[in-house]
């Protein structure tokens, strides 16, 4: 069965530092996201990616963030000077179809840990 | 208020019972209702969608939506041990974003 994949599964980093976290969505799909889940706490949505642009992003998402689909399966996402609150585990997911985000593919996720 | 509110539990039931986690929200522009199942340390997998009000049932799973009181629920009949995991409810208008539950945790006891 088909699956979304990230690496690393864990990254550790300082504090100041750039790091970038990598997803491989299933290969028919069209549609990225970013989330990220705070130990404890909800699912919160980051961004939507659909045709090399942005098609949405939350109020967390600011300059700090940024998101790429460097190559035909590579599903990036970057992180400028990294602060301990960015300490998270950040999940890719994708989907064939566009619209309402249902029917969404998670991966394992990247636990990100700021020194 | 939160725009999503899901009891954190944990709660804990014996096999074979017919576990109900729920969900409240208040945004009226939601129209589009997931339940997501986490394992420890996993990313969610999709258990149920539902568009707009109504039942839908998969299986040992039920999903409820009624618009008018803002509720969401999803049963699960006949639990077993590997149902034990945490269910997020998730919803969304008709953009990208998905708004997410805080997760209930669930152990079901052999």
């Known amino acids: 069965e088909p699956e979304v994949t990230q690496t690393p599964s864990h990254q550790v980093t300082q504090m100041g530092q750039e790091v970038i976290l990598r997803c491989v969505p299933i290969s028919n799909h069209l549609y990225f996201y970013w989330y990220r889940q705070i130990l404890g706490q909800k699912v919160e949505f980051l961004v939507s990616?659909?045709?090399?642009?942005?098609?949405?992003k939350s109020e967390i998402f600011d300059d700090q963030f940024s998101v790429e689909r460097p190559d035909g399966s590579n599903f990036t996402l970057k992180i400028r000077s990294t602060k301990l609150e960015d300490s998270a585990m950040y999940f890719c997911a994708s989907t064939l179809s566009g619209g309402p985000s249902y029917e969404q593919y998670f991966g394992p996720g990247t636990r990100l840990t700021v020194t | 208020q939160k725009e999503v509110e899901q009891d954190p539990g944990p709660l804990s039931v014996p096999e074979g019972a017919i576990v109900s986690l729920n969900c409240t929200y208040s945004n009226s522009a939601f129209q589009y209702f997931m339940w997501y199942r986490q394992y420890s340390r996993k990313g969610p997998e999709l258990l149920m969608y539902t568009y707009s009000s109504g039942n839908k049932e998969d299986g040992r799973f039920t999903a409820q939506v009624d618009k008018s009181s803002k509720y969401i629920s999803l049963f699960i009949r006949d639990s077993q041990p590997s149902d034990s995991a945490t269910y997020l409810c998730a919803m969304s208008a008709e953009g990208f974003k998905t708004i997410f539950g805080a997760g209930t945790r669930l152990f079901v006891k052999a």
């Open positions: 990616f659909y045709n090399n642009e942005i098609s949405e």
